[in-house]
């Protein structure tokens, strides 16, 4: 089985996640993927939604796609999210599973910089990288595959909400009922 991991604070989930999810799925020819939503990203403070909400959001948009999952595996073991971790906790769930980490190129430009034991993800999975539009230097250690392009980030649908702007096209519509419940507590 070819499982993808793709990891994320998903605050919140939009489209632009499940596009990226369903080119790596048929790019790289994998079974599922599986969307880790993170508790506490190493490189980030907080997120505007609690982890709760956030992987609501994810596992009821996901519902109707069988080749895509929602995983709480880093809300439960709580802390800082680290990649390795949540590999080898998938390793023992998934024992014969072989496991692509779906990242984006700007995540790729400081994998052995930044990230805690890069090399030991590189034995637990083959890291995939999502082409973008940008210029970098490719590493033969990755596998590299194109995208279609999506202005989008939660950057983006955070300031829309926060501006009390529609988020309607960029939300699928149960992330987008999951926020407005949230938002009027």
Known sequence: MKLGILGGTFDPLHIGHLILAQQALEKLKLDKVIFVVNNIPPHKKECFFPGSVRFKMVKEALKDYPYFEASNIELKRRGISYTVDTLKEF??????????????????????????????????????VAKRNRVFKKDKRFLYFDIIQVGISSTFIRERIKENKPIDLFVPKVVKKIIKEYLKR
């Not at 984006?104 to 993800?121: H, M, N, V």
Request: net charge positive.
């Open 91 to 128: 390793k023992k769930i998934y024992p014969k599973a072989k496991f692509y980490l779906i990242i984006g190129s700007d995540l790729a430009k400081d994998f052995f910089k930044k990230w805690r034991s890069p090399f030991e993800i590189l034995k637990l999975s083959k890291v995939c």
